[in-house]
C-alpha cells in the first residue's frame, strides 16, 4: 500500500522552549498507524532527523539528552496530537460535504 501523508504546519500551533521550536508533523492519512513524525529546529538549526510520536499514547519515542528540552517535548506531545486530531476532523467534515 502507498502511505500518503499530511504535513501540518506547527509554528504557529505548538510553543517550543530552551531553542526547540516546532515546524511540522507528518502524520499518514490513509493508513492507520498511530505514530507521526515531527520536525523541529534546535538552536535555530533544522534538524535532520525528525522525532517520533506516538499517537495513541501521546508521548514522543524519540528522545534528547537535555532534560529542559525533554522537558519540552513532553509538554508539546499532547498538544500536537490535538492538531493531529483536529485536522482529521476538519478533513472528516470535508469529506461528508463533497
Known sequence: MDVKYWTIDLREKV?????IK???VEYPYNYRIPAAIV???DGGRKQEVGLSLDIDKR????????KDKE????????????VIQEEEHRHSLEDRVR
Open 59 to 66: 508521548v514522543f519515542l524519540s528522545h534528547l539528552s537535555d
Open 71 to 82: 522537558a519540552i517535548l513532553e509538554r508539546a506531545a499532547p498538544k500536537i496530537v490535538a
Open 39 to 41: 520536525w523541529y529546529e
Open 22 to 24: 516546532f515546524l511540522s
Open 15 to 19: 510553543a517550543g522552549g530552551v531553542g
